[in-house]
């Protein structure tokens, strides 16, 4: 299982997330990626942050584990050639190279499908690539705030909001190794690569696109919530005696069981709230009565007591408090590095049981060159 996609090799021309993102992927199913860098400095994540180990920051780490590393000068004519020669016996191409740079190089995706008709090419752009703006780069929060998504993020009065996590740039990472793989799979019938295209843009209005349709078609966009939803009530989290909880009342089947549990089942009965669709229309009216009812007793006693009568709910957890949680814990998304003192978040799935572990660290750069025969420009 460790070595799932063993036998295909793919060259990522990756800088910093989206695309480095796609390569670990690929690295931790077993693939061979090399990863190919400007000879001077490499990566610009290698420098994103202080050094964590060898001279590299940690973020480099974390996309940049189980590859190779070939430091090669593309605008070299010792580069090109030997890019080409990679290029010939590779499955899949991978970059996020800023617009017109890989026209320039003459490695744009019909150019090098032609010469290469085996090759996976995978572009990442910023903006997509077509559109008055598909030569514009582009990074994590100014897509957010230019797609709509951040305006998402936040309660009625809050500001827009970037999300935590860069859901964009590894989105779009993702969405690169399902469109390799499915080609990948019709290769197998054809023989024939073909080009992958997929952008943080995309990847962003994919994100926000529940509520862009529900836009497009009822002419109205969902209430901003912090923790809540749009569609259910109570469905949100709450302030308790100590810490907060989120409860999620999916149906009415569920707020029976919590308003018994508050001692409220006369709620059942209230035209009110009897149905979700009369919450919805008395939300205020039952929060009111909510939030007070919570304030009464610990986290720990609603969790107890929710878990008990099967009412959905789950703590407010920080990072350090998730982590150490017995269900995190079970599922050993924290793997170690082999060879190293630390440990690195693993891929979330998992083949019959088994979930796919790191197979080195990440390089150092040019580590790899004389494996390869890439010389280096001095």
Known sequence: MQNILQGVTVLELGQVLAGPFAGAIFA????????????????????????????DALNFHVFNRGKKSVAIDLKSAEGLAAFERL????????HNMRPGVTKALGVDGQALCARHTQLIYCEISAFGHTGPMHMQPGYEPLIQAFSGLSSTNGGPADPPMRSGASVCDQGTGMWAVIGALALLQRRGHTGRGGVVSTSLLETALGWVGQKADAYVNLARLPERHRSGHPGFVPYESFETKDAPILVCCGNDRLFAKFAQELGHPEWLSDPRFSSNRNRLANKIVLLEILIPLLHEHPRAVWLARFNAAGVPCAPVNTVPEALEDPQVQALQMQSSVPGEDFVLTALPVSF???????RSVAPRLGQHNKEFAVPVKK
């Open 87 to 94: 290029a010939s016996t590779a499955d899949v191409f991978i």
């Open 352 to 358: 019959d049981g088994e979930r796919p572990a790191h």
């Open 28 to 55: 931790d199913l077993g693939a061979e990626v090399i990863k190919l860098e400007r000879v001077e400095g490499g990566d610009d994540a290698r420098n994103m942050g202080v050094a964590f180990r060898y001279g």
